[in-house]
């Protein structure tokens, strides 16, 4: 008969998981030999148990499919916790196994113990312990169809340690659960609202990744300027003639202006988190709201629309796109020099790169986006860094971006080792600043050892540079923001990887060719001035303004 840990597993592979991140622990001996011994899975250790969560989180972004990380009780919880808590403010679909104390030991505070489910009960759509062995499949497959949404996230399932070993009792994967169907009337009065209004824009988010299609067709059908969510950029094509720009931190009022003065915003899944909405403050409150989700509880949770449907934003985009058809219905593009002024925005050769010191990081970013393959999947970590990825890295394709809502520092270098793993026949770029590759970026030695071989382009300027900056603006001074003189590319090497390092633009194109030469796991260090934080910050113009 086979054992609960067989049977778990048996659910999983049936349901197209494919990677179990983890860091090994006693209290699971069983989920990973299992693993391991099927040659259609693959067993991943990690360095650490975040790197295991943000792998974990990643893979699923790039694939759709959830994928596994595995730890050991309270002491291995804690540390994936940040991974899990950016699947869920993402709406990851995510599996999180866990191994916990014997049945017995159980509310004892035994060895490592605490209430797993408890513990991460804000950061999982789901959790459970696992008290019979005979249950253990059926727990898994409730925690696997919970993780898949309507709004996807984190599931949570605890094991006692005696549980895995004994007889368990085999059932089926969860099958699909059909969309919801939006009313007839509810896509007849979107288009009434979307014909009539003077200036309509889209927020495409989350719940419309793969709809490059259908949501291009209505963008065009009814003249509407589309805005991609936080971290989003690839959930319609940036070159598209409508693409006006990305809702991101900081965004420049000429790029909000359109969503500011819009009389009609569709928004096509998305949650409308804080980054996306400008801090709560758009759509504004003249805006006549259409939100369209497949989780109802995002409908109407931070804007009231005129109009909720309950519904696959994908559908509903179609169904009006045919409805436009239906009725001969054509609209003017009232935004075109909205778009044009997108694509001078987000052209890195039109800013000055000149520093006193180092190379400037939009002219990183013009290099790597001249000579990598346009479907690359691009990874990033948080801080000011990032800005310059968002801002000249143009997302035309799928699944190409995968970033932290969440802001999670640490993420770039898991993630690309994910990415990598995940799909093999392409490109993988990770952006890191120096604070988070210092937290993470001992994941090459993972990436090393499996296989993968992610590009991953470090900017070093030896600071906090996101807190160096709100310290500036607020305070004065700075504070706790250095970060002392690593040597990262020796650190690189040391986990595996081919490193390079640049202080000079003229460098770049010579660095980055010989590391596209180059299998396995590779590491560009690009030196950067400290003083340079963002496209138009400086730190020591913020300073000087006090």
């Known amino acids: 008969m086979s054992t609960a840990a067989e049977t778990v597993i048996d659910l999983l592979e049936q349901a197209g998981v494919r990677r179990f991140y983890t860091v090994p622990g006693e209290s699971f001996l069983e989920l990973m030999d299992e693993v391991k011994r099927r040659p259609g899975l693959m067993l991943i250790s990690t360095r650490h148990e975040s790197g295991a969560a943000f792998m974990a989180e990643a893979d699923a972004k790039v694939t759709g499919i959830p994928a596994v990380a595995m ?17 869920r403010q993402d709406s990851t679909p995510m599996l999180v196994l866990l191994g916990q104390v014997e049945t017995d030991h159980l509310g004892k505070e035994a060895f490592q113990e605490v209430d797993l489910p408890a513990f991460f009960a804000q950061l999982s759509v789901f959790g459970a312990t696992v ?8 727990i898994v497959a409730r925690a696997l169809r919970t993780a898949r949404g309507p709004r996807p996230g984190p599931s949570v399932v605890a094991f006692p340690a005696d549980v895995l070993p004994e007889p368990g009792l085999a059932v089926a994967a969860p099958g699909s659960v059909t969309d919801p169907v939006a009313a007839h009337a509810d896509v007849a009065r979107a288009f009434d609202l979307l014909v009539t209004a003077h200036c309509p824009v889209l927020i495409v988010g989350e719940g419309a990744a793969d709809a490059h299609a ?13 805005y991609s969510a936080f971290r989003r950029q690839d959930a319609f094509p940036n070159d598209h003639p409508h693409y006006l720009g990305h809702l991101t931190l900081g965004t420049p009022a000429s790029v909000v202006a359109p969503l500011a003065c819009a009389d009609v915003v569709l928004v096509l899944g998305s949650r409308l988190d804080e980054v996306t909405t400008q801090a709560f403050t758009l759509p504004a409150a003249h805006s006549r709201v259409i939100q369209v989700d497949r989780a109802v509880e995002n409908l109407g949770k931070i804007v009231d629309p005129e109009l909720a449907i309950h519904a696959a934003p994908v559908a509903v985009a179609a169904a009006l796109t045919e409805l436009a058809a239906a009725h001969g219905h054509t609209a003017e593009f009232p935004f075109a020099a909205e778009h044009s002024a997108y694509l001078e925005f987000s052209d890195p050769t039109a800013l000055s790169t000149d520093t006193t010191q180092g190379v400037h990081p939009a002219a990183v970013m013009a290099r790597l986006r001249a000579l990598l393959p346009a479907d690359t999947i691009v990874t990033n970590d948080a801080g000011n860094f990032s800005v310059f990825g968002h801002r000249y890295w143009r997302f035309n394709h799928p699944r190409s971006q995968v970033a932290p809502i969440s802001g999670a520092m640490g993420y770039a ?18 952006l890191a600043g120096d604070g988070g590759f210092l937290m993470s970026g001992q994941e ?10 992610p590009i991953i382009v470090i900017f070093q300027n030896h600071l906090y540079g996101t807190i160096a900056m709100h310290q500036a603006r607020s305070m004065g001074r700075t504070a706790a923001t250095d970060i002392g003189h690593v040597d990262l590319a020796a650190f690189a090497r040391a986990l595996g990887a081919t490193a390079l390092e640049v202080a000079d633009a003229a460098e770049l194109d010579g660095a980055i060719g010989e590391l596209l030469s ?12 400290p003083d ?14 006090r």
């Open 518 to 529: 180059c299998g396995g796991p590779r590491v560009l260090v690009a030196h950067t001035d």
């Open 413 to 430: 270098v898991p993630a690309a080792v994910a990415a990598s793993l995940a799909a093999p026949e392409r490109t993988v770029l990770a």
């Open 214 to 226: 259908e949501v291009t067709a209505a963008a065009e059908a009814f003249g509407l300027g589309v």
């Open 444 to 453: 090459i030695e993972t990436a090393a050892r499996c296989g993968a071989a």
């Open 131 to 138: 008290h019979r062995p005979d249950r253990a499949a059926e």
């Open 71 to 87: 730890a050991t009780r309270a002491v291995g919880a804690a540390n994936l916790s940040i991974g899990v808590h950016t699947a």
């Open 532 to 545: 340079i934080l963002t496209p138009t910050a400086t730190l020591s113009g913020l300073l000087g303004n």
